[in-house]
């Protein structure tokens, strides 16, 4: 049997209502032909001849009355179905299931979190702990987007880069480095090998973190930690370095006693991307979301800038 399909119906329902194929066309735009082409197919879809003529004019049947009742809500429904959402972030009502490390969650999913709590108060957010699995549970439907250094992932996943993954070097005040910095003029990596290193652990998390840096120094560390936050007060109290993402860094250092050493660490170019299913890739309010998490995640141009002073051979551990 053939379809039925909304023009067909809009066609039978201009023709109850003018009573003439000719009328009918030109109310709808289009060819004589063509209307008489669907009520042909009409027709031998109902089985039952719709219209009759009466002089000039096409009477409907009673089977063609029976059908022109049910019109209005089908074409009706038809027309809500295949119109184009119109999106109000303000009346949205979503909980959001976010995997992400502890210091993407609060440099950047958090902060975006608040501001679309601002626009739509009946939004909720789960926040996920990033592991091996999180391709999968986003394949599932188990959480909704992942944020995590680029790396291949399945085919129906999409992606977007934030900005470039930095790493900056975060010692306590006063440590021998910056006597050393003074002595020389400026720092290399290989003069830090002389202390040793404080490293977030990413086996907990299934991932890797690659790197050009000194391979020894930083496969055993002397400390590593399950999360970000634990690598300021960490090294307080002691001559280690710890390797810290520069936006944990340079915030670190307005809440701790601590210093950024200045040497840039040149380390393998690598993403920080957000990853969601092919599913959700044309929701309006994930598209939305995105969107928010997309304009914090990337850097302002004054934390680019302070990015650029810190790494400066300036000497001063202040």
């Given at each position: 049997?053939?379809?039925?399909?909304?023009?067909?119906?809009?066609?039978?329902?201009?023709?109850?209502m003018?009573?003439?194929?000719?009328?009918?066309?030109?109310?709808?735009?289009?060819?004589?032909?063509?209307i008489?082409?669907?009520?042909?197919?009409?027709?031998?879809?109902?089985?039952?001849p719709?219209?009759?003529?009466?002089?000039?004019?096409?009477?409907?049947?009673?089977?063609?009355?029976?059908?022109?009742?049910?019109?209005?809500?089908?074409?009706?429904?038809?027309?809500?179905?295949?119109?184009?959402?119109?999106?109000?972030?303000?009346?949205?009502?979503?909980?959001?299931?976010?995997?992400?490390?502890?210091?993407?969650?609060?440099?950047?999913?958090?902060?975006?979190?608040?501001?679309?709590?601002?626009?739509?108060?009946?939004?909720?957010?789960?926040?996920?702990?990033?592991?091996?699995?999180?391709?999968?549970?986003?394949?599932?439907?188990?959480?909704?987007?992942?944020?995590?250094?680029?790396?291949?992932?399945?085919?129906?996943?999409?992606?977007?880069?934030?900005?470039?993954?930095?790493?900056?070097?975060?010692?306590?005040?006063?440590?021998?480095?910056?006597?050393?910095?003074?002595?020389?003029?400026s720092?290399?990596?290989?003069?830090?090998?002389?202390?040793?290193?404080?490293?977030?652990?990413?086996?907990?998390?299934?991932?890797?973190?690659?790197?050009?840096?000194?391979?020894?120094?930083?496969n055993?560390?002397?400390?590593?930690v399950?999360?970000s936050?634990?690598?300021?007060?960490?090294?307080?109290?002691?001559?280690w370095?710890?390797?810290?993402?520069?936006?944990?860094?340079?915030?670190?250092?307005?809440?701790w006693?601590?210093?950024?050493?200045?040497?840039?660490?040149?380390?393998?170019?690598?993403?920080?991307?957000?990853?969601?299913?092919d599913?959700?890739?044309?929701?309006?309010?994930?598209?939305?979301?995105?969107?928010?998490?997309?304009?914090?995640?990337?850097?302002?141009?004054?934390?680019?800038?302070?990015?650029?002073?810190?790494?400066?051979?300036?000497?001063?551990?202040?």
């Amino acid at each position: 049997m053939e379809k039925i399909d909304s023009e067909l119906l809009t066609i039978l329902r201009s023709l109850v209502m003018t009573g003439s194929q000719t009328k009918t066309a030109l109310s709808l735009s289009k060819s004589q032909s063509k209307i008489s082409r669907t009520l042909s197919r009409a027709r031998t879809l109902f089985h039952d001849p719709l219209f009759v003529h009466n002089g000039s004019m096409l009477v409907p049947t009673n089977r063609m009355l029976e059908i022109y009742g049910h019109l209005p809500k089908l074409l009706g429904e038809m027309e809500a179905l295949f119109a184009k959402e119109i999106f109000h972030p303000e009346s949205l009502n979503l909980h959001l299931r976010v995997a992400a490390i502890d210091y993407a969650a609060q440099y950047i999913i958090l902060p975006a979190f608040h501001a679309m709590k601002r626009i739509a108060p009946r939004i909720s957010i789960e926040l996920q702990q990033l592991n091996a699995d999180t391709f999968r549970r986003l394949s599932l439907g188990l959480v909704d987007m992942a944020m995590r250094l680029e790396c291949t992932a399945p085919n129906e996943l999409h992606s977007l880069e934030l900005y470039e993954a930095k790493l900056l070097a975060l010692v306590r005040k006063g440590h021998p480095a910056f006597d050393l910095l003074r002595h020389k003029g400026s720092l290399h990596f290989n003069d830090l090998l002389q202390w040793e290193f404080v490293q977030v652990n990413r086996t907990f998390t299934g991932l890797e973190w690659t790197t050009s840096l000194h391979p020894g120094a930083l496969n055993h560390p002397a400390v590593m930690v399950p999360y970000s936050s634990l690598l300021a007060p960490t090294i307080l109290e002691t001559d280690w370095i710890a390797l810290a993402s520069a936006r944990y860094a340079l915030d670190a250092v307005k809440r701790w006693p601590v210093a950024i050493l200045p040497i840039r660490l040149d380390c393998v170019k690598r993403m920080r991307t957000l990853y969601w299913h092919d599913r959700t890739h044309l929701d309006p309010a994930m598209q939305w979301v995105r969107s928010m998490i997309a304009a914090y995640g990337k850097p302002s141009s004054a934390e680019i800038a302070e990015y650029e002073i810190a790494i400066q051979d300036t000497g001063n551990d202040s």
